[in-house]
C-alpha cells in the first residue's frame, strides 16, 4: 500500500510521464500539462513553500475555483508534510474567518483578486495568518509563478529536500482538515489522514474498473475532496 497521494502520483509519474494529466482551456486555448510536468511543479512548489519558512505541520488554506494550480498546491502540502485546508470559494469573509481562526491557519492561496480582498477584510483578527499567496498575479502578492522560481532556487541550494521530506510522510498523520457546512451549528473540522486517502483512491479504482487511458471531467468542486 501506498504510505500517501502523493506516492501515488509519483508512482504514476514513473509509469507514464509523457502522458497527460491535466487538460484544460485557458487564454483562449486549450493546454495540457503531461504527469512529468505536473510533478516537477509539485517538487518546486514544495521548495517554494520551504523557502518561504513553511514548515512540516503548517496548516496552509487554499481559497479558490477548480484549477488545474489547485491539486499541485494540495500535492505540495503534502510533501511538505503540511495540512492542507481547503475553503468554498462561495463563502464570507466572516465564514473564512472562522475557519482560519479554528485551522490556527498559516498561509493561505487565494484564486485572484475578489478572494484576496476578503482575505485583506479579515487579515488582522486572524493573527495566525502570516503569508498570502495567489494563483493569478496581484500587485503586492506572491504568486503561484513567483512561488516556483523561489523553489527552484531552493532546489538548488538543498537538493534531495522534497524527496527526503516526501519519504518520511507518517501514513496516518493529519494532511487535511475539511470543513463541514455548519448547517448545524459552526462549522467542524472533520481531521483526514494519509492513509484514509488512499484507501479510498485504491478501492475505489478496483471497484470501478479504471483503466490508464480514462479521461475524467472535473466539474464537482476540489474544496470538497472531488
Same mark, same amino acid.
Given at each position: *500500500?501506498?504510505?500517501?497521494?502523493?506516492?501515488?502520483?509519483?508512482?504514476?509519474?514513473?509509469?507514464?510521464?509523457?502522458?497527460?494529466?491535466?487538460?484544460?482551456?485557458?487564454?483562449?486555448?486549450?493546454?495540457?500539462?503531461?504527469?512529468?510536468?505536473?510533478? !516537477?511543479?509539485?517538487?518546486?512548489?514544495?521548495?517554494?513553500?520551504?523557502?518561504?519558512?513553511?514548515?512540516?505541520?503548517?496548516?496552509?488554506?487554499?481559497?479558490?475555483?477548480?484549477?488545474?494550480?489547485?491539486?499541485?498546491? /494540495?500535492?505540495?502540502?503534502?510533501?511538505?508534510?503540511?495540512?492542507?485546508?481547503?475553503?468554498?470559494?462561495?463563502?464570507?469573509?466572516?465564514?473564512?474567518?472562522?475557519?482560519?481562526?479554528?485551522?490556527?491557519?498559516?498561509?493561505?492561496?487565494?484564486?485572484?483578486?475578489?478572494?484576496?480582498?476578503?482575505?485583506?477584510?479579515?487579515?488582522?483578527?486572524?493573527?495566525?495568518?502570516?503569508?498570502?499567496?495567489?494563483?493569478?498575479?496581484?500587485?503586492?502578492?506572491?504568486?503561484? /509563478?513567483?512561488?516556483?522560481?523561489?523553489?527552484?532556487?531552493?532546489?538548488?541550494?538543498?537538493?534531495?529536500?522534497?524527496? !527526503?521530506? *516526501?519519504?518520511?510522510?507518517?501514513?496516518?498523520?493529519?494532511?487535511?482538515?475539511?470543513?463541514?457546512?455548519?448547517?448545524?451549528?459552526?462549522?467542524?473540522?472533520? *481531521?483526514?489522514?494519509?492513509?484514509?486517502?488512499?484507501?479510498?483512491?485504491?478501492?475505489?479504482?478496483?471497484?470501478?474498473?479504471?483503466?490508464?487511458? /480514462?479521461?475524467?471531467?472535473?466539474?464537482?468542486?476540489?474544496?470538497?475532496?472531488?
Amino acid at each position: *500500500m501506498f504510505k500517501s497521494v502523493l506516492h501515488i502520483l509519483f508512482n504514476s509519474i514513473e509509469q507514464r510521464p509523457q502522458k497527460d494529466l491535466f487538460r484544460f482551456f485557458r487564454d483562449h486555448q486549450w493546454q495540457y500539462w503531461s504527469y512529468q510536468q505536473v510533478g !516537477e511543479k509539485v517538487r518546486l512548489l514544495t521548495h517554494g513553500l520551504m523557502a518561504r519558512g513553511l514548515q512540516k505541520g503548517d496548516r496552509i488554506a487554499i481559497l479558490s475555483n477548480n484549477l488545474p494550480e489547485w491539486p499541485i498546491t /494540495d500535492f505540495a502540502i503534502f510533501g511538505l508534510q503540511g495540512v492542507v485546508v481547503p475553503i468554498y470559494p462561495t463563502l464570507t469573509p466572516p465564514q473564512i474567518a472562522y475557519i482560519l481562526k479554528d485551522a490556527q491557519v498559516t498561509a493561505i492561496f487565494v484564486q485572484d483578486a475578489l478572494q484576496y480582498d476578503k482575505i485583506a477584510a479579515i487579515e488582522k483578527e486572524v493573527t495566525s495568518l502570516e503569508q498570502v499567496f495567489s494563483y493569478e498575479p496581484l500587485t503586492g502578492v506572491v504568486n503561484f /509563478d513567483k512561488l516556483l522560481e523561489e523553489g527552484q532556487a531552493h532546489a538548488e541550494a538543498f537538493p534531495g529536500a522534497f524527496e !527526503e521530506s *516526501m519519504e518520511s510522510i507518517d501514513p496516518e498523520a493529519l494532511c487535511s482538515l475539511v470543513y463541514t457546512s455548519g448547517t448545524t451549528g459552526e462549522p467542524k473540522g472533520v *481531521m483526514l489522514c494519509h492513509r484514509g486517502f488512499v484507501f479510498d483512491i485504491v478501492n475505489s479504482e478496483a471497484r470501478l474498473g479504471l483503466r490508464s487511458d /480514462d479521461v475524467f471531467l472535473s466539474f464537482l468542486p476540489l474544496s470538497h475532496l472531488y
